[in-house]
């Protein structure tokens, strides 16, 4: 077998790639042009594969296109591995929870791979990993010092499918659960809850941080979840001893009542009078008052088991007390600051600012395969966090006793006790792992704070809008107390976020069933599918790719069909990364289409740069001025645009267009000027290297083609090294950009600006610049006018639904 060596200089050390000449005769090693058939994709994928691995795995040196901008870049991949499909699959299977993820991260890594994702695999973690766990049950105990954990009887979410404890935030609006789809049930169960509460107010003005860009409406979300922080919680108890988490808007106030729903269950057996009374009673921990239970359907009360106390200083309240005949207590002299002063010190609640709908964060769940909980129950001692020492407490295997796991003796006496057997919720893992990336070989610890703080704040989240008050919600929380215990300098863990969309994919229901059919089972010939064999209607909706709605796609036949590149830019080209994506094989060729015709444009560029040079008429010279100029402001024009959404928007999407026609500008150059022009040099370049990011291997193999011509026009580029380690692109000094100026999203003006003036421009500047404009200035009077007219006329109509309000309605005319 014959193997030709190919060296090349990767971020400062050597790198050498074996080709196999017998398989592999593209242009780049034997010189010998072929058609881009798909023997010819895979081949140029095979070929470079070893050279996009190597240049991935040189220490952070991902993802291409921030590399390119002589970014410090930490790209990292990880595997939330803990939880109940990976439990319930491997019961399923007869197999241990711990080999069968295994396996699948196996597996899943290889699909990556062969993706050519350019992850740094040097920071890998998996959340059910010991060395993984012993962090997250470190920062738990951290969280229990720290007055952060209780355990405490209550209410709770019951999926009678997966047979485990659900928090609030993951239970939906019809009330299932977001995991099995079940309906939810109440228990009362002894659990384990993080003091999420203490943070509202924190949690809730960090919202406002200029830190954090693009959030768009992730931000309403949490605000709505966290709520406007105006009362606390108090215990309030019951004359039977009943102890209530009762919320107050002014717990200076001597109270009126306490607020439940008929389903709490301090109502129980208990009587309801025909005036809404229970025969219960509390206490006011405050201010002694005893206080009448009584049940309300007010807003207040968010679940059931919340208790709200009415205060005299409600109206609402009063009017409530009233129509009950309820006595009101005399005024207090107690200020609210000494009310929550005494809350605090006294531990009569939470002394903390909280809206009334907000609960702790519930973390037990009643399986093996999660995080265990580190605390030991001693008949003397209480629980007992298990010492640092001893971390990690090791998951049971799904053939261990569980009786047996569970012997141990207490740490503070040494007597006999118990381990904790419920184990955490994963979002309780997937917490703080953005910290493991930046010191994931950390054995001491869970990551060393003055690594993280010289990296954090996270540059880009990206994140499904599902998680808005799930994943991104506990992450801030952990981000908070982090620092509020001096491990972070930022409170605020990410910076950017970018909401990604969902991949849709096809599916189709019996119509009065509503069972999911198999596409293979529906006859989709006419206007109207129908089910083969019984010609049942059917319906067809785009959905959430699922197994159980037969709607996915498997990515290793899509690689096999299209080849690594294709697919990849299939997956860009389509829809922005911000919206959903309805896969369709339909797009398949535009991308195609296009790699064929970047294919053929650089042989037109090797054939006439490799050929004589053509004596240089006049005419030829004229053309080549005109074509210099066309080709110089394409490159600039497109460059600006690509460059812009790669980096600011995200718009990867139109960044591919915005390539795609920079490749129809190339392509419109006449024969006889690709090799002869200085510019169209400049601008295949900047295709293949704004193109490498996205499809590495195909510009690889492009570049090497078109470095072949040596020697070039031009000096920009490092001709010497392969296309992933060229700096990116810079807009030529000269080329002016454009600020367009918009009035109801209506483009009125273009005015243009030299690089610097466009970079300097604030936007009171722009504003100024824009009032200079007459048609601006003239269009945005016309429409004060207009709007101050339509406003005045909708508070008339206002007034005139009024009765008695003619008078005023003629006053306003």
Known sequence: MTNFRKSAQLAGRPISVFFDLQRRNLYSITGQWENLTMDVRKKIESTWKPTVQAAASVKNSNPCDKIMNNKHVIH??????????????????????????????????????????????????????????????????????????????????????????????????????????????????????????????????????????????????????????????????????????????????????????????????????????????????????????????KEELSSDDSAYIGVSSSQEDLDIASSLSIHIPGASNMTREEAAKIIKEKGLGEGNLVSHHLRDWLVSRQRRWGTPIPIVHCISCGPQPVPAEQ??????????????????????????????????????????????????????RPFDPSVTNSLMPVDLYIGGKEHATLHLYYARFMGHFLHSIGWLNHPEPFSRLLVQGMVMGKSYRLKNSGKYLQPKEVDTSSKQPVELGTG???????????????????????????????????????????????WSEDTYPSILNWQKKLWLTVFEFLKERKSETPEISDDISATLVKEEERLWDARNYFLSGITFNYRKSQQLSVAVSK??????????????????????????????????????????????????????????????????????????????????????????????????????????????????IDRFKNMLGKWKSELRTAVLNQKLKDLARKPGSQKASTKRT
């Open 76 to 297: 990292p991949m990880g595997w939330d591995s803990f939880g109940l499909p990976a439990e319930n699959a491997a019961r399923l299977h007869e197999i241990d929870p711990h080999h069968w993820t295994k396996m699948n991260v196996e597996k899943m890594r290889q699909q990556l791979e062969n993706l050519g994702c350019s992850f740094d695999w040097d920071r890998e973690l998996s959340t059910c990993e010991p060395d993984y766990y012993k962090g997250t049950q470190a920062i738990f105990l951290e969280l229990f010092k720290n007055g952060f954990v209780h355990q405490a009887k209550s209410l709770v979410n019951w999926d009678p499918v997966d047979q485990t404890v659900l928090a609030d935030e993951q239970v939906d609006k019809e009330g299932r659960s977001w995991r099995s789809g079940a309906k939810v049930e109440k228990r009362e169960l002894m659990q384990w809850f993080i003091q999420t509460t203490k943070f509202a107010k924190s949690l809730l003005d960090g919202l406002d941080s200029p830190q954090l860009e693009e959030w768009r409406d992730i931000i309403q979300l949490q605000r709505h979840w966290i709520g406007k922080c105006d009362g606390y919680f108090l215990n309030v108890q019951t004359q039977c001893g009943q102890t209530l988490k009762a919320w107050t808007r002014s717990p200076e106030d001597r109270g009126i009542f306490v607020a439940v729903k008929q389903s709490h269950p301090i109502c129980g057996n208990r009587p309801i009078t025909k005036e809404f009374f229970t025969d219960a009673s509390v206490v006011h921990p405050l201010h002694n008052t005893i206080l009448p239970v009584i049940v309300l359907d």
């Open 391 to 444: 971390l990690p407490v090791i998951v049971a295997s799904a053939d261990e006793d569980i009786n047996k796991w569970k012997q141990t003796s207490c740490p503070k006496c040494g007597s006999h006790a118990e381990r904790e057997t419920d184990t955490m919720d994963t979002f309780v893992d997937s917490s703080w792992y953005f910290l493991r990336f930046l010191d994931p070989k950390n054995q001491q």
């Open 536 to 582: 049942s209607p059917v319906v067809e909706t785009w959905e959430k790719m699922s197994k159980s709605k037969f709607n996915g796609v498997n990515p290793e036949e899509v690689l096999e069909e299209l080849g690594c590149d294709a697919t990849r830019l299939v997956i860009l080209a389509d829809v922005a990364p911000t919206s959903h994506r309805k």
């Open 659 to 772: 390539m795609k026609g920079l490749t129809n500008k190339l392509r419109r150059t006449p024969e006889g000027f690709k090799g002869l022009s200085v510019q169209f040099e400049r601008a295949l370049a900047l295709q293949l290297v704004a193109l490498a990011p996205m499809a590495p291997h195909f510009a690889s193999e492009l570049w090497a083609c078109i470095t072949s011509a040596a020697p070039m026009k031009t000096n920009e580029f490092d001709w010497s090294k392969p296309v992933l380690e060229q700096r990116w692109p810079q807009l030529d000094a000269e080329y002016k950009l454009s600020l367009n100026i918009l009035l109801n999203e209506r483009e009125i003006a273009s005015v243009k600006l030299s690089q610097d003036e466009f970079r300097a421009m604030r936007r009171n500047d722009a504003l100024q610049l824009a009032m200079g």
